[in-house]
Nanobody, 114 residues
Framework: QVQLVESGGGLVQPGGSLRLSCAAS????????MGWYRQAPGKQRELVAT???????NYADSAKGRFVISRDNAKNTVYLQMNSLKPEDTAVYYC????????WGQGTQVTVSS
């Protein structure tokens, strides 16, 4: 049974940082290309960043230079370090494979507000 459990979200002021974690289980994580996605209120879910099994990463234009995706295959966990956060980063953040193959987890809420 596949599980994707996101954590690490919260309320942060503009310019602040957060580190999201996603614990994955039930599939071959170490060979999977993983992605972080987000969905803001009233908007469609969008891809934020991806990382391959060999640690090659790609970012949406909105995340370039501010976010860093990483993974720990020993822990079946993918991370998203988010710096210089902006109000427009407010969303529920999810992880999944890329392309997404599994049911979405509950996500973790990130709110950027003063």
């Amino acid at each position: 049974q596949v599980q994707l459990v996101e954590s690490g979200g919260g309320l942060v002021q503009p310019g602040g940082s957060l580190r999201l974690s996603c614990a994955a289980s039930g599939f071959s994580f170490f060979i999977a290309r993983m992605g972080w996605y987000r969905q803001a209120p009233g908007k469609q879910r969008e891809l934020v960043a991806t990382i391959t099994s060999s640690d090659s990463s790609n970012y949406a234009d909105s995340a370039k230079g501010r976010f860093v995706i990483s993974r720990d295959n020993a822990k079946n966990t993918v991370y998203l370090q988010m710096n210089s956060l902006k109000p427009e980063d407010t969303a529920v953040y999810y992880c999944n494979t890329y392309p997404s193959r599994f049911a979405w987890g509950q996500g973790t809420q990130v709110t950027v507000s003063s």
